[in-house]
């Protein structure tokens, strides 16, 4: 993989971009070892924007540092999808209330087409079908996260999501483990529709 240092950006924000990116699509592995100073070396920068990032990345949820300071990639169970999908599903519930009250008509029919084309997905049940429906599975939650207007719970989503694109990564790995995915489009579908004509009526 290659990866260089912009002079524009913050280190500490590419050096982030960079690990989590590594993290996320398996480059680094749950439960490996991780050094700062060979994370300095390889992308020629001091150890202190790899030191910052690391912190980011524990408070995110996808690294670990123990009393030893020994850092370790976040090795996620089915438990804890479960628990990550609970907390998603309680503030998406309230996004989608939001969404619906203060978004615009034409971002609400993005949101509608975006479900019928995930049911479409849904229903041929392919390989091909299970990777367009977790691309539109993200695409429905961006729409929703951003409609909702709410900086401090789009914060919340966006670090749930980062933990739940990784253990997706790690522990959905065949067709039906990623259509079950799609349970939490199908389950805003009738929320979604119902308030959208309730806003269309008034």
């Known amino acids: 993989m290659t990866f260089s240092i912009q002079r524009p950006v913050s280190y500490h924000d590419q050096v982030h971009r960079y690990l989590k990116d590594m993290i996320i699509k398996g480059r680094y592995q749950p439960g490996e070892r991780i050094y700062e100073s060979k994370i300095a070396k390889e992308l020629q920068v001091s150890r202190s924007p ?31 999808l479960e628990d990550i999908y609970q907390c998603r599903q309680a503030l998406e519930s309230l996004a989608v209330s939001l969404a619906t009250q203060s978004a615009k008509k034409e971002t609400l029919e993005l949101i509608e087409r975006t479900l019928r ?26 729409l929703i996260i951003e409609a909702s207007q709410n900086r401090r719970l789009q914060k919340q989503l966006h670090d749930l999501r980062s933990l739940t694109f990784f ?13 079950r995915s799609s349970a939490s489009i199908r389950a805003f579908t009738a929320a979604c529709s119902k308030e959208t004509k309730q806003k269309r009526q008034n």
Request: proline share 1%.
């Open 50 to 80: 790899v030191r910052e990032a690391i912190r980011t990345l524990e408070q995110e949820g996808l690294l670990m540092i123990d009393e030893k300071s020994k850092i370790t990639v976040y090795e996620p169970t089915l438990k804890d």
């Open 117 to 142: 084309e995930a049911n479409r997905e849904f229903e041929q049940n392919s390989c091909q079908s299970a990777q367009a429906l977790l691309h539109l599975n993200t695409r429905f939650h961006d």
């Open 167 to 179: 253990t997706e990564a790690k522990i959905l790995k065949n067709v039906n483990a990623a259509l």
